[in-house]
């Protein structure tokens, strides 16, 4: 069934190859307004889920698909594309973060198989970690595209999104360790 939140994650679906084609073209200023936009859907849709109940099973799915579209092909491509004209995100960043999602996407599928544990929801830790992911490439585009002035401040983001990413990446580690070792002694 097609929700109010449904309808707010496809929209920030269809924002990611819009947003990339404007960075590419140079258009920064475009791509920070779609992004923006895409990352606002990101919050509305939660915040309209739960408050109206709108929960569904497409949306369970989709909005984190959505979520890791647009973060994957955004820090993808300010990371290794030409012609950005002043900053990217450091490769070993962009590394970190890609590590720390795969081994999310690893663990959660060793709980399934393993303990059949059907939903991993994200922390307080990931939620901030995502964030600061969005903020920071928010700010990248920013810079790239009309406040110059915030390279100070990204400087300070690329450092915090490290340490949150790394925190969340461990939080979740240990989550699953304790859940796989408790489904491993409850068989």
């Known amino acids: 069934m097609l929700t109010i939140p449904n309808i707010l ?6 924002l990611v190859p819009c947003f990339i084609v404007a960075s590419m073209r140079g258009m920064f200023t475009a791509a920070f307004v779609m ?12 915040i309209v889920a739960r408050r109206w109940n709108m929960h ?8 984190p698909a959505a ?15 030409s012609g950005i004209p002043l900053v990217r995100i450091p490769s070993w960043l962009t590394f970190v973060v890609f590590i720390r999602d795969f081994l999310i996407v690893c663990v959660a599928y060793l709980m399934y198989t393993r303990v059949n544990v059907k939903r991993f929801p994200p922390t307080v830790y990931g939620k901030i970690s995502t964030i600061l992911q969005m903020l920071l490439l928010s700010t990248t585009i920013a810079v790239n595209a009309f406040l110059p002035m915030l390279l100070p401040f990204l400087q300070l983001l690329f450092r915090a999104s ?7 990446g461990w939080h979740y580690m240990h989550r699953a360790r304790r859940i796989l070792d408790f489904g491993a002694e409850a068989k």
């Open 56 to 63: 569904s099973k497409l949306g369970a799915l989709l909005d």
């Open 67 to 81: 979520d890791k579209t647009l973060l994957v092909s955004g820090y993808l491509y300010y990371t290794f594309a």
């Open 9 to 14: 994650t496809l929209v920030r679906l269809l």
């Open 162 to 168: 490290l340490v949150m990413t790394l925190v969340s």
């Open 35 to 46: 992004f923006v936009t895409a990352a606002i859907t990101d919050s509305l849709d939660g």
